[in-house]
Structure formats: C-alpha cells, structure tokens
C-alpha cells in the first residue's frame, strides 16, 4: 500500500507513516499537504483548458488532408461495427478503475496527470503526422465525444496515431495496484485494441504504439507528482 500512499511533499520517515492509513482516512492526510492541493488544483484547471481548445484542434485535424497507409496486419482482420462493445468495456473499465483510484489520492493524482500528458502527446503526434482513415472505416459512434466534437459538419476520422482509445485503457492498467486488477485491464486494453481495428478507425500501427505513449504519460505524471520521495 506504501506504493500509492506516499505523499507527494513527505519525507521518507513521514511517507512510511502515511502508508499506514487506513483508506478512508487517506484524503484528509494528503489534502493536508500544501503540495498535494497545488498539483491537483493545477492539473484540474490544465484539463478544463485542454476541453475548451480539444474540439476545436480536432475539426483542424479533421479538415486537414492526410495520407493513406498499407497494413498487412489490418487486411487480414474482418470488417464490424462493434462499437457497442467497445464503449461497454471503456466505459465499464473507466467507472471500475475510477471505484479503485478515488480512494487512494496519490493514485489519482497521478492519473489525472498522466492523462493531462497523453492528450498533450495524441495532439503532438496527430500534428505531426496527417493520416487518412483506413478506405474500408465504419464510423464509431461513442456518444460522449460525439457530444463533444458537435461543432463538426462530420464525424472526427483523421484522428488516427495514436489511438487514444487503446492508450486510455493502457493508463489505467498502469494505474491500478494488484495482479488481478492489472491483468483484467489489460485484456480490456487488448480487447479495445482488437475492436477499433475491426472497426477500422485506426491502423495497426496506432494500436499498437498507444501502450507506448500510455506509459510515457504515467512517467512524466510520475515526475510531477512523485516531489523526490518515492514512487506512486
């Protein structure tokens, strides 16, 4: 439990104290920490940044050209719209992994951080590198961000590399503590991986570099919040 306990401003000696607390009580100690309350309010206030300049980055994105690539691995997969099933395991993963983190503040902390950076990472890339959607795409439909991108004239396709949905799932294995927890979100993460690809919103080359960014993210969440006193 020390893992995810640790406060982000204590000492060594104080940190191992910390990680005595019982759950319930692990709020009220870290909310005592000067350092805990400026990075949270910090990053909370990044995210709601982030959410008034995203859609507008995606329709750029979105009216941008970009270019076509060959997939052997995607040729070989069939064509479905399983998009039900994709945003039941996201949105089951996401409230279950979220029932697992709010009791344990560092933990989030440090998510919510990590999240921050992916986003930051996704829009990097997806500047970077234009990309037309595979020729034989089935919309996905997730009613959230289609709720979010409604100033488009049409659904977002071109957000290709990385696939922000693959690498959503990756973060929160990486979040979660226990084998059995990780284990279970990363089959989901493979499992949404798999789906997206059936779906053809992406190649398998973003699928596959989305672990990569994920972990990438959690990192550098690590620094920011980790204050040189152990890890989260």
């Known amino acids: 439990m020390a893992s995810f306990l640790e406060s982000v401003d204590l000492p060594p000696a104080q940190a191992a104290a910390l990680a005595s607390q019982p759950l319930g009580k692990s709020w009220p100690v870290a909310w005592d920490q ?3 309350r400026a990075r ?10 982030l959410l008034a300049v995203v859609p507008h980055f995606y329709h750029f994105i979105q009216s ?23 945003f039941t395991l996201m949105y089951g993963s996401i409230a ?19 999240y921050f950076f992916l986003q930051l990472l996704r829009m990097l890339t997806l500047w970077l590198l234009p990309l037309d959607p595979p020729t034989a795409l089935v919309i996905l439909h ?8 409604g100033i488009t004239t049409q659904p977002v396709v071109r957000d290709l590399f990385f696939s922000g949905h693959t690498a959503t799932m990756a973060l929160l294995a990486l979040a979660v503590r226990g084998r059995y927890w990780r284990g279970a979100l990363a089959l989901t993460t493979m499992a949404v991986g798999a789906l997206v690809l059936v ?34």
């Not at 941008?64 to 994709?86: C, E, I, K």
């Not at 997730?142 to 991108?149: A, G, Y």
């Open 40 to 49: 949270l309010g910090l990053v909370l206030g990044l995210l709601v940044g």
């Open 96 to 114: 279950a992994a979220l029932a697992f983190l709010l009791p344990r503040p560092q933990l989030l902390l440090r998510v919510l951080w990590a």
């Open 34 to 36: 000067p350092g805990f």
């Open 142 to 149: 997730d009613p959230m961000v289609d709720r979010l991108f």
């Open 64 to 86: 941008r050209p970009g270019q076509l690539l060959p997939d052997p691995l995607l040729a070989l997969l069939p064509v479905h719209d399983v998009s039900a099933a994709t």
């Open 199 to 232: 779906q053809r919103v992406h190649y398998s080359y973003d699928v596959l570099a989305a672990p990569l960014f994920a972990w990438l993210a959690y990192y550098l969440a690590g620094r920011v919040c980790r204050g040189g006193v152990g890890k989260l």
